[in-house]
């Protein structure tokens, strides 16, 4: 039996513009110890779905199961075997990382004793030894990252919920996260991620769950969902936008569906059956038509093709889309 | 860091059991833990003690000093009128604290936090009021003895001074749980501090905490005589032998304010304490 499971979940928000619906019948299965990574854009429904399984809300409808016990009625039971890391890391400014955890452990009713020396022990595997007793006002967003998730360990939970854990930090902190996590799992802890990023999700997760709407579109590991969408792309770069409709045409003949064309016109590609074959084709034809290439390659899919492939849109949202969906982010 | 940092061995993955156990115990403890928290608060930074002990005693000296000269009020000296007024506006104030506080746990995802610990329900409520009766308790023994240096007097003997102070903490600590839920409801900090002070003007200041609400015109006059924050300083003022000799009691609340207080307090507390349970567990960040 998973050790998460979800059948049905809705959940909808009164909005400005109308009902959000938040989560409209989202089914999910976590295997015990293994990670699942929850991957979607703004607004998919993610935080919602972790929201709900580590009971801060309570969905419209649906059931879930933590550890075999019901989220919705006994809350409090689950609280005690699982550690949950929100999207901001929430740590109190004013009392130093050691405090911070002693806090946390008290409040899992460890006792005080046991409570310091659980948050001595944290904050020395996290390296903050020497950070550990200054308040946390002065640390970096590493930092303070690092003493969110070691919150989430002191009662040596069984499950961990993160959401969004490395969002905001810089790329050296990040990957520094995320070799923590991926030591945290070889101990067996089983791991919910929410995630933007499709390298995290890569890198992290045994099992991926694509949310698009408040529902899952597509699981299974990385490969499997990059197998699905198959083949090779064949991509270009265009020295000219004015070439764009000619390059387009080449790519529309050999590619097995339309070509995506990037807004400044001048990047293209294409999924291909056969890469060294198309991708010799394609540049015999664009040089007979004198097209001229910045830089022309084949690669194998990213998780952004298979997000694009499965939903029309591309996970990573821009700016504008940012916009729009931020106000459906509200949760409670 | 890039360097990979090996978390403690999780050699089995049994959760650690409770070493407290049972609802009152871990009712207590968890009530004291965010107790002990939210005073660390108030150690590590000192602007908000520095506030909470110059804020009153620039109020005590700026009336008595200011308005002292001019304001008469017959049979009483305006020093030992003014006293329980000022007492009862710093503590209501104090009180909005409260709701700045919770709505800035809330911005900072740390209710979310607590929200997800095995902890008793009302633990962080319980913390956030009890800390904030501190604090307040602070500002009063401040304004005690800012009071007994310009020259006030209490005249009813020890245990009744006691109990008006007893009396105006009592009604900071029932209004904190207003103010918890207003914070949890408005859910911004700045919010809260800008309307707070809207309402929170007009409500001591048309009131007997200044000034007798006889010398107000006529509909301030009716209004300051209903206001609960009239039967607070009433109250205040009684239990310090402060009232003006010949004063007119007209309301209900005017002629018995230690007992309209008790009933406020009890009124506030059975209401507002189980709305801020209730909406403490439907609150969730963002």
Avoid at chain 1, 139 to 152: E, N, P, T, V
Avoid at chain 1, 301 to 327: I, K, Y
Wanted: charged letters at 20%; proline letters at 5%; one cysteine or more.
């Amino acid at each position: 039996m998973p050790i998460i499971e979800a059948r049905g979940l809705t959940k909808t928000y009164p909005s400005k513009s109308g009902t959000v619906h938040a989560l409209s019948g989202l089914d999910l299965d976590v295997p015990e110890g293994t990670v699942k990574g929850l991957l979607g854009p703004n607004g998919a429904g993610k935080t919602t779905t972790v929201k709900v399984l580590n009971t801060l809300i309570r969905p419209d409808s649906g059931t879930a199961t933590v550890d075999g016990i019901n989220v919705l009625s006994n809350p409090q039971g689950v609280r005690r075997i699982i550690g949950a890391s929100g999207q901001y890391a929430a740590v109190d400014e004013n009392l130093t990382g050691l405090e911070n955890l002693e806090m946390v452990g008290r409040l899992y009713h460890l006792g005080i004793k046991r409570s310091r020396v659980r948050a001595a022990e944290l904050i020395e595997a996290f390296g903050l030894t020497d950070a550990g007793s200054r308040p946390v006002k002065g640390f970096s967003g590493g930092m303070r990252r690092r003493i969110d998730l070691a919150g989430a360990l002191v009662n040596n939970p069984r499950i961990l919920f993160l959401d969004e854990p490395t969002t905001g930090l810089d790329p050296r902190s990040r990957i520094g996260l995320w070799e923590t996590i991926n030591d945290l799992v070889k101990g067996g802890t089983t791991v919910l991620l929410t995630t933007q990023y499709l390298e995290e999700a890569d890198y992290l997760a045994d099992h991926i769950s694509v949310i698009d709407s408040g529902r899952v579109i597509a699981s299974g590991t990385s490969d499997e969902l990059k197998a699905q969408i198959g083949g090779h792309r064949v991509v270009v770069s265009l020295v000219r936008d004015t070439d764009s409709d000619a390059a387009r045409s080449v790519l529309a003949h050999y590619g097995t569906a339309d070509p995506t064309v990037s807004d400044d016109r001048r990047q293209l590609d294409v999924t291909v059956d056969e890469g060294p074959v198309a991708l010799q084709r394609v540049l015999a034809d664009l040089d007979s038509q004198g097209v001229a290439l910045h830089d022309a390659g084949m690669r194998r899919p990213t998780l952004d093709d298979v997000f694009l492939t499965l939903t029309g849109h591309r996970a990573e949202a821009t700016e504008e889309d940012n916009d729009s969906t931020q106000d459906q982010e509200i949760s409670a | 860091m890039t360097t990979a940092i090996s978390p403690p061995a999780q050699s089995s993955h049994e959760p650690y059991q409770p070493e407290v156990n049972g609802a009152l115990a871990t009712w207590f403890a968890d009530g004291w833990t965010v107790t002990w928290r939210n005073l660390s608060k108030i150690k590590r930074s000192p602007d908000m003690l520095i506030f909470a002990v110059l804020q009153p005693i620039m109020f005590v000296l700026l009336f008595s000093q200011v308005y002292g000269g001019i304001i008469q009020i017959e049979g009483s000296d305006y020093t030992n009128f003014l006293m329980a007024g000022i007492f009862a506006q710093t503590v209501v104030f104090g009180s909005t604290f409260s709701g700045a506080a919770m709505a800035q746990d809330l911005k900072e995802g740390l209710i979310d936090r607590f929200r997800t610990l095995p902890m008793s329900p009302s633990a962080v409520l319980i913390g956030r009021t009890n800390s904030d009766l501190c604090l307040n308790g602070i500002s009063m023994v401040i304004m005690i003895l800012t009071g007994f240096a310009v020259g006030w007097r209490f005249t009813n003997g020890v245990p009744s001074f006691l109990a008006g102070v007893g009396l105006l903490l009592l009604f900071s600590y029932a209004f904190s749980w207003v103010m918890a839920l207003l914070g949890m409801v408005v859910r911004t900090p700045e919010t809260i501090n800008n309307a707070s002070f809207m309402i929170l003007f007009p409500i001591t200041f048309i009131s007997n905490a200044f000034v007798p609400a006889e010398s107000l015109p006529r509909p301030l006059e009716i209004f300051a005589n209903w206001n609960p924050v009239s039967a607070l300083v009433q109250a205040a003022r009684d239990l310090f032998g402060n009232t003006q000799e010949g004063m007119v009691r007209d309301t209900f609340g005017i002629q018995y304010p230690v007992i309209t207080v008790f009933i406020g307090v009890t009124l506030l507390l059975v209401i507002f304490v189980p709305l801020c349970i209730r909406q403490f567990a439907r609150t969730s960040s963002r």
